[in-house]
């Protein structure tokens, strides 16, 4: 069997941000190469008081991608049961166009959240 490596790929990135405020990881436009998103992850802790949020995964081929998210009331315990919320997609999710950023907005868990992050990862081409 033959193994062709792909030297037009650069390697994985990965945008974080941390805070009890929004975040917004993003993987940057870069001129001359499109974007791929392949996961995110977004953990942290509960609020005072339970809520759903919704974070957009925007810049890609096909438009925004919504997620909701379960906070669970109780700053100290974790944001919700799972203690995360973590997506990989079966193939990478290419940006709209060439130098495109793909960015994750999670918005604030709400108040008396003291933690939260979020990563976003994937590729440039």
Avoid at 1 to 20: E, H, Q
Avoid at 40 to 63: N, P
Avoid at 83 to 90: A, D, H, K, L, T
């Amino acid at each position: 069997m033959l193994s062709v490596i792909d030297n037009t790929m650069a390697p994985k990135v990965a945008g974080a941000s941390g805070g009890a405020q929004q975040n917004a990881p993003s993987i940057a436009a870069v001129a001359g190469k499109l974007n791929y998103c392949t996961g995110f992850d977004i953990s942290g802790g509960g609020a005072t008081a339970a809520s759903i949020i919704e974070a957009a995964l925007s810049g890609l081929a096909g438009g925004t991608i919504n997620f909701e998210l379960n906070i669970l009331a109780g700053a100290t315990g974790p944001m919700n049961a799972q203690g995360g919320f973590s997506v990989r997609f079966p193939d990478p999710i290419p940006a709209s166009a060439l130098n495109t950023a793909i960015t994750l907005t999670v918005p604030s868990f709400g108040a008396g959240n003291t933690n939260a992050s979020a990563v976003l990862y994937g590729f440039q081409k």
